[in-house]
T-cell receptor
Framework: GAGVSQSPSNKVTEKGKDVELRCDPISGHTALYWYRQSLGQGLEFLIYFQGNSAPDKSGLPSDRFSAERTGGSVSTLTIQRTQQEDSAVYLC????????????FGPGTRLLVL | GQSLEQPSEVTAVEGAIVQINCTYQTSGFYGLSWYQQHDGGAPTFLSYNALDGLEETGRFSSFLSRSDSYGYLLLQELQMKDSASYFCATPSGNTPLVFGKGTRLSVIA
């Protein structure tokens, strides 16, 4: 596609529910990244996929967070048993090959946990 | 790992020049990137310095000094639309890109 797309754009959920966030990277980009950004804060790295390699999960804040990438393209970030502190904007980015310095970001999913 | 320090806020006048600094602590260094983020928007890539020196892209320039563990973003002929947050970023260990906390630039008339 023309750019990175994410869905939903906004998600309101109740504490304890599971949520799934979707990211569709730029066609041909082999690397995909997930970040979390709280209001007025910087970007917190969550997880990274490079091609068909196993993802680096070291940035995931807890075992309630997981992510997968199917067919080397679309990725889903799942948050189980959501907590209020999970409220944030979740950003996805992609890049060509091993070029993490130049990432293209999607518009983000704004998650609010009540 | 890496930590990056940048000022939290900068204010400058329309038409002026502003410099946003970024210092980093290294354990292996692979270049410095800069991103712009408008309120409510997604970060967008501005520039990348792999080597020492100045990289120029229109009104924006970025500088790197690896010996000083220091870089900056220079914005010339400031426009109101340049009001945004600016982040420096660098790879660190297993993390493809670690971001600074960002500098919020306010351009005033």
């Amino acid at each position: 596609g023309a750019g990175v797309s994410q869905s939903p754009s906004n998600k309101v959920t109740e504490k304890g529910k599971d949520v799934e966030l979707r990211c569709d990277p730029i066609s041909g980009h082999t690397a995909l990244y997930w970040y979390r950004q709280s209001l007025g804060q910087g970007l917190e790295f969550l997880i990274y996929f490079q091609g068909n390699s196993a993802p680096d999960k070291s940035g995931l804040p807890s075992d309630r967070f997981s992510a997968e990438r199917t067919g080397g393209s679309v990725s889903t970030l799942t948050i189980q048993r959501t907590q209020q502190e999970d409220s944030a904007v979740y950003l996805c980015a992609s890049s060509q090959g091993a070029s993490p310095e130049t990432q293209y970001f999607g518009p983000g999913t704004r998650l609010l946990v009540l | 790992g890496q930590s990056l320090e940048q000022p939290s806020e900068v204010t400058a006048v329309e038409g002026a020049i502003v410099q946003i600094n970024c210092t980093y602590q290294t354990s292996g260094f692979y270049g410095l990137s800069w991103y712009q983020q408008h309120d409510g928007g997604a970060p967008t890539f501005l520039s990348y310095n792999a080597l020492d020196g100045l990289e120029e892209t229109g009104r924006f320039s970025s500088f790197l000094s690896r010996s000083d563990s220091y870089g900056y973003l220079l914005l010339q002929e400031l426009q109101m639309k340049d009001s945004a947050s600016y982040f420096c970023a660098t790879p660190s260990g297993n993390t493809p890109l670690v971001f600074g906390k960002g500098t919020r630039l306010s351009v005033i008339a």
